[in-house]
């Protein structure tokens, strides 16, 4: 019956039944959920209005899933439904040149609206490592970062406008210049569980006249942490400040020939966009700050292909732990900038106490850790230990003050470990927001939320 | 005032049936429905703590009843601030500000007020304490509860404290004035949004006389505020000067003295009032249209032979637009006719300042947003009894 229904309402393109296109809908990039009832592939926000309401109608639950990158579940069918796929759904439906800003669908890749909007003068600022595949829809999800939101902001800075298909199937819009609440603040983030996005208005930004990348090695990973915390402390705000660690960078270099050095403890790539004086005055003072922590190297790309293959190596830094192990889990969480030596060494302590290769790419800028935790899936000792280390990275990142994701959100992974940050106060203020938008949970249940937290509490 | 104390009154008048006004420095009082119903009035101006700074990490957090001036002067001791580009800095609270979601006009710069909040503690209307964020400057851990208290007026709940971001002061401010004839006005202002070197704000300004710098004469006048490095701002001004030239606009004054105290002025005349026998409208949009409304708005109060004045925000596109009278009666018997006028051009306006009196027949904030309903809901999931600033809020919220 939901199969035909589908098929009735979208045609047989657009609906998968069959078990090995199924299969491939249970997993995203962190893990393996349950094999979905079907997947729907809608063409319009009008056809994801009438999937909504036929998979209401069925009692199935609703999963809409960008590219599938996510890293903490947020796209797996925890229950099973069905499972929205925006891949027909991604294009630049407007460019609004004189107001900077762009109409997108939620299947449209991050990167092509850069490439779309670039002989404009203009880009798309929020840029997750995953910007290549990642869709607009699932970084409006998860609010996604990257290592440029240290001064460009997260996607939630970027979005004026949302369309969206609530768990009834109504369309509606909300925007920023609407006087009423800020829904438009709470959606982004959200991962789905409120209502699906269908279009959204987004910021554009002008193409600096100026951009400019430098690389910083350093001795002593701890150095490196106080040149960060040198740089923010000193009025400066790059637009992207980014750390690697001694075990990833000879990795990286060999995957990528990036122009790292191998036998630093750390390295620090800095960027900087405006205009050739204001460059110039951040160079000479972030020069002086890396001099007086030690730097043993500094230097400037000096050309665009050498900043291109700088930030290759960066942004793809996670397919270069295949030649360390064969498996990797990647860890999010951030802590108060000035905490980033304690917040490494518990890194350090968590791993090594449990013989765990774990190396370090990420936004230092932000205090946003990525330890990222080598392991082999098929050693299933190995596997408790990296949970073990993971949980144990997460406490240590509570306990310094910080939080437990910044970019890759709470998902499915994270959802027991919310009550570490939140009270239950908290999350039952939390869930309210849950019941205006979707009181039975049929959207992409199991995420975010702990495990029994709903409106028993909330009363 | 203490945290204890707004918890334990607000759950008293929810138990009680009581409904409390939330008043934070009232400088925005000229917003929302003349006589709001309200049995207490909680004032938070008492929860006046700049909890923390932790300056390395560019974070601070204050208590919501911190005056807005006040907290930029402690966070500038340490050479940051925060954009809260709000009117009346000086008695504004940061509570209030958040609260009435007012956007400011360098927030294509820097960001709107809401994106530098990382954290908050609210009291919901039975008394709970709630918090949302943390003090980290990137989250997304669970739902962004702070956005959705933003702008609701303290219908939803009560700032208790906020944890910001914060940012380097700039090394330097500058203003430039110059007069703006009405021919020269559509290129000028095109001229100001592809400036190379992005103004941190931009107004065309009618009238307002001398609450904003500048000559108040036939002609109208732009000012533009840059902030950056000597150097930047040095060739910001050859750049202005040039695309000014260009678009006709005779000669361009700088003022480096007081930049910030200018601006500051041009925030407040956002709101100014003219006792008994004006109203302010304000009206967003997209920048590139922002003239075309202006122009409509402001035609429509002169048909109604009503003086008007303009701030335009050309890098945002909002529109201020005060109708006024010399005298309270001659006000009153025009402004109902302009009133419909302007709602049928521009249904989306709203009120932003006025006497209490003077807007009592009107609705104050204009058409409902299409997600109306999910406000109502929101408002009904958190506060059932309606004890927050009941009324206060667009649609009746």
Redesign the interface.
């Known amino acids: 019956m939901l199969r035909q229904r589908l098929i009735d309402a979208l045609g047989a393109d657009a609906v998968k039944t069959e078990a090995e296109d199924l299969a491939v809908y249970a997993f995203d990039a962190y893990s393996q959920g349950v094999v979905p009832a079907a997947v729907v592939l809608p063409a319009s926000t009008r056809e994801v209005a009438a999937a909504v309401k036929i998979a209401k109608d069925c009692g199935e639950p609703i999963i809409p899933r960008g590219a599938g990158t996510g890293l903490c579940g947020g796209a797996i069918p925890a229950r099973g439904g069905v499972v929205f796929s925006f891949a027909r759904m991604n294009r630049v439906l407007e460019v609004?040149v004189?107001?900077r800003?762009a109409r997108v669908q939620p299947g449209l890749i991050n990167l092509d609206l850069s490439k779309h909007v670039a002989t404009a003068g203009l880009f798309y600022a929020p840029d997750p490592s995953s910007q290549k595949v990642s869709t607009i829809g699932g970084n409006i999800g998860?609010?996604a970062?990257g290592p440029h939101?240290l001064s460009y902001?997260?996607t939630?800075?970027h979005i004026l406008e949302l369309e969206i298909v609530?768990e009834n199937g109504d369309v509606?819009?909300?925007?920023?210049?609407?006087?009423?609440?800020?829904?438009t603040?709470?959606l982004?983030?959200?991962e789905g569980t409120l209502a699906i996005v269908t279009s959204a208005w987004v910021r554009l930004l002008?193409q600096p006249?100026t951009v400019r990348v430098w690389l910083a090695a350093f001795d002593d990973v701890n150095a490196a942490s106080a040149a960060v915390?040198g740089i923010?402390?000193a009025?400066?705000?790059p637009t992207a400040l980014e750390m690697m660690d001694h075990v990833m960078l000879p990795a990286i270099e060999a995957a990528f020939h990036a122009g790292y050095p191998t036998d630093a403890a750390a390295v620090l790539l800095i960027e900087s966009a405006g205009?050739e004086?204001?460059m110039n005055?951040h160079e000479s003072e972030m020069r002086r700050i890396m001099n007086a922590n030690g730097a043993t190297t500094w230097r400037a790309a000096k050309s665009e292909a050498e900043r291109d293959a700088l930030w290759a190596g960066r942004k793809g830094a996670l397919g270069a732990t295949g030649r360390i192990a064969p498996n990797y889990y990647i860890q999010d969480v951030?802590?108060?900038?000035?905490k980033l030596p304690q917040a490494l060494q518990a890194v350090a302590e968590a791993c090594g106490s449990r013989g765990i290769i774990a190396g370090n790419v990420f936004?230092a800028g932000?205090?946003?850790l990525h330890p990222l935790l080598m392991y082999d899936r098929g050693d299933s000792k190995q596997v408790a230990a990296v949970i073990e280390a993971g949980n144990e990275i997460l406490e240590a990142a509570v306990d310094l003050?910080?939080?437990?994701?910044?970019?890759?959100?709470?998902g499915y992974e994270?959802r027991d470990t919310?009550t570490r940050?939140?009270?239950t106060?908290?999350?039952?203020?939390?869930s309210?927001?849950r019941?205006?938008?979707d009181p039975k949970r049929v959207l992409n249940p199991e995420k975010?939320f702990p495990a029994g937290v709903g409106c028993a509490e909330v009363k | 005032m203490t945290v204890d104390e707004l918890r334990e009154t607000l759950a008293r008048c929810d138990r009680d049936g009581l409904k409390v006004s939330i008043e934070g420095g009232k400088t925005l009082a000229g917003m929302g429905p003349a006589l709001p119903r309200a049995d207490v009035s909680l004032i938070t101006t008492g929860l006046n703590t700049i909890l923390t700074h932790e300056y390395h990490d560019l974070t601070c957090s204050a208590q919501s009843g911190v005056r807005v001036a006040q907290l930029n002067a402690a966070l500038g001791k340490h050479g940051q601030f925060i954009p809260i580009d709000v009117p009346l800095r000086k008695k504004a609270t940061i509570g209030g500000s958040l609260a009435a979601g007012w956007p400011g006009p360098r927030r294509h710069f820097y960001g709107r007020a809401r994106d530098f909040v990382i954290g908050s503690q609210v009291a919901l209307a039975d008394g709970t304490l709630a918090n949302a964020g943390g003090m980290v400057v990137k989250n997304v851990s669970g739902y962004d509860m702070s956005k959705l208290y933003i702008g609701s007026f303290g219908t939803l709940a009560v700032f208790t404290h906020l944890n910001f971001k914060t940012l380097p002061v700039p090394k330097k401010r500058r203003t430039l004035i110059a007069p703006l004839p009405e021919a020269t006005r559509p290129r000028a202002i095109a001229q100001i949004a592809s400036l190379a070197v992005t103004p941190a704000a931009a107004f065309c300004v009618e009238g307002f006389g001398k609450n904003v710098d500048g000559a108040d004469d036939i002609d109208g006048r732009v000012l533009l505020y840059f902030e950056g490095t000597e150097e930047l701002l040095e060739r910001a001004t050859l750049d202005t000067r040039s695309a000014l030239g260009k678009a006709g606009v005779p000669e361009t004054t700088i003022v480096d003295t007081g930049a910030a105290e200018s601006f500051g002025r041009t925030l407040d005349a956002c709101i100014a009032n003219k006792r008994g026998r004006s109203i302010t409208y304000r009206l967003f949009g997209p920048p590139g249209t922002a003239e075309e409304r202006a122009e409509q708005l402001r035609d429509a109060c002169n048909r109604h032979e009503l003086f008007t004045d303009v701030l335009l925000d050309v890098m945002n596109g909002d529109v201020f637009v005060r109708a006024s009278e010399r005298d309270a009666r001659r006000f009153a018997d025009k402004i109902e006719a302009c009133h419909i006028e302007l709602r049928e051009l521009e249904p989306r306006c709203a009120i932003v300042a006025s006497d209490a009196a003077v807007r009592a027949p009107f609705e104050p904030w204009g058409a409902v947003p299409p997600a109306i309903e999910k406000m109502r809901a929101m408002k009904a999931r958190f506060d059932p009894h309606g004890t927050l600033n009941p009324g206060r809020f667009i649609g009746g919220i």
């Open positions: 609004d004189r107001n800003r998860t609010n970062g939101c902001g997260t939630v800075n609530d509606m819009t909300t925007s920023l210049d609407d006087i009423g609440y800020d829904l603040g709470v982004v983030g959200s002008r006249e915390t923010i402390g009025g400066i705000i205009f004086d204001e005055l951030v802590v108060p900038r000035t936004h932000d205090g946003n003050g910080g939080t437990i994701s910044g970019e890759h959100g709470i994270k919310l940050i939140f009270s106060d908290d999350l039952a203020t939390m309210r927001v019941e205006v938008f975010i």
